[in-house]
């Protein structure tokens, strides 16, 4: 064959190839109304979770989602904030070539990092797009994570993981594959205990999910709460306040997609996903754009269908060598320990922590109230030793907790109550042990040996 026909041949079948992939037919709608975050499309039948591109003229384009429909309406919202947007504008399937000026164009998606070991040390937003600066990594290994899980499959939670913050490992143990609920509300110490968390949880992978907070916070838990010591092992994911809901409701998504790939792969994973409200809160605006009836102060049906199925997506899977044990953070409006969220997350969570603005304003950092905290699977994961000692600790707390107004106006007689005599007797070494500074660990051993001692000088089980 002449050379010249082998080429045309080889042209011929690259273009064919080119043209298998391209659609049969271009698709366009039309905006015809924009209700705040909604956009509201005719003319272009949509499948939920698609993505369509907005065309402003010229290079200008938006990303948006379709997150509904109603009829041959379909409901969009935007991936970014938009500055400006005309009516009529048209309305693409996201990657469809379209006709402008004198050519074809195609809009495609920004860039994302693929699910695998190169986004460990990288800092990505709620789509999976890097925010840090050091561009795509190509030849990361894209995967695919488990989206649920057999609950027969599930491995049972057999052993206790290393919290490095003493209270916790002593009186609240949690163990591997728990999904706990840290319950404070604003300016409790909330912040610094997700960092202490994150520095010293003995995990081979910690995958953390800044959602709806605020944007100073990124750049500060990143450079100064983790350093380098702990980046090279984690993923941080920051959808701030300033994101769309959108943005906000994937980023918690893509949180625990990343740190259920890391599981599937044979690794022990620690989520800390700051905040759950917030989740819940842009879940609620997405809602309520689509014309949802509030149902619990001004939160949506979907709200409270959301939240359990984000959290069982996370604990042990069918690997027995493998975990996620998730920390999620629930901001307590007003202090109200039954906001909607909060019992909503009281039930599906395996544990509740909360956070005591009492003893935050006495300087007791963590400001851990142990009367009102609990590890659902503690006995499961402790010995009867240990468990008992807890809960002598726990009796001496609520015993002082309770007397302590009687002490303080001289109104007590010692030796009337033995348990408070004893609870005055051992405050001092109590507040020591449930005290803890931001930049110090305090290892499972270290925190049982010190809880025994104060177990010991109680006595016999009462």
């Excluded at 309520?288 to 199925?309: D, H, I, Q």
């Excluded at 051992?426 to 270290?446: F, R, S, T, V």
């Amino acid at each position: 064959m002449h050379p010249q026909n082998s080429q045309s041949l080889q042209r011929l079948a690259a273009y064919s190839a080119r043209l298998n992939i391209m659609p049969q037919s271009v698709r366009e709608g039309r905006l015809v109304r924009v209700s705040g975050l909604l956009y509201e499309v005719q003319g272009l039948p949509m499948t939920i979770g698609d993505r369509a591109t907005i065309n402003l003229g010229g290079e200008q384009a938006v990303e948006a989602e379709c997150i509904g429909f109603n009829g041959a309406t379909t409901y969009l919202m935007p991936v970014d904030p938009v500055d400006s947007i005309s009516p009529g504008a048209p309305v693409y399937p996201l990657g469809t070539p379209y006709y402008e000026g004198a050519a074809f164009k195609v809009q495609q998606a920004a860039g994302v990092l693929p699910l695998g070991q190169s986004l460990l040390g990288r800092i990505v937003d709620g789509f999976g797009r890097p925010i840090d600066g050091k561009g795509i990594d190509t030849h990361g290994i894209p995967g695919v994570p488990t989206r649920r899980v057999n609950p027969l499959h599930r491995a049972p939670i057999h052993e206790p993981m290393d919290s490095g913050i003493r209270a916790i490992n002593g009186a609240l143990t949690v163990g591997r594959g728990q999904r706990v609920g840290i319950f404070a509300g604003s300016g409790v110490g909330k912040s610094v205990m997700l960092g202490m968390l994150a520095r010293n949880c003995v995990a081979d992978v910690m995958v953390i999910g800044l959602v709806g907070e605020r944007g100073r916070e990124v750049r500060e838990f990143c450079v100064d709460v983790l350093g380098e010591n702990a980046m090279h092992r984690s993923v941080v994911v920051a959808a701030p306040a300033d994101a769309s809901p959108l943005a906000r409701v994937r980023g918690a998504y893509y949180a625990t997609d990343v740190a259920t790939w890391f599981r599937d792969q044979g690794k022990h994973v620690v989520l800390i996903l700051d905040s759950l409200t917030r989740f819940a809160m842009a879940q609620r605006e997405i809602g309520l754009s689509l014309g949802e009836a509030p149902v619990s102060r001004g939160y949506t049906p979907s709200v409270f269908a959301k939240m359990p199925e984000l959290v069982e997506r996370v604990g042990n899977g069918a690997r027995e060598d493998a975990s996620i044990t998730a920390f999620y953070t629930i901001l307590l409006e007003g202090d109200d320990v039954h906001d909607p969220v909060a019992d909503t997350a009281r039930g599906i969570l395996d544990g509740h922590i909360f956070l005591s603005r009492e003893l935050a304003d006495s300087g007791h950092y963590p400001a851990i109230d142990i009367e009102k905290s609990i590890s659902r699977v503690m006995p499961k994961v402790t010995s009867k030793e240990h468990q008992m000692a807890a809960r002598k600790m726990k009796m001496l707390v609520s015993k002082y907790m309770r007397g302590r107004e009687l002490l303080s106006m001289g109104a007590y007689v010692p030796g009337g109550d033995p348990e408070f005599d004893m609870a005055v007797k051992l405050w001092p070494q109590i507040q020591k042990y449930l005290q803890q500074d931001a930049d110090d660990a305090h290892g499972m051993e270290n925190s049982l040996s010190e809880l025994m001692k104060i177990a010991a000088m109680v006595g016999g089980p009462k």
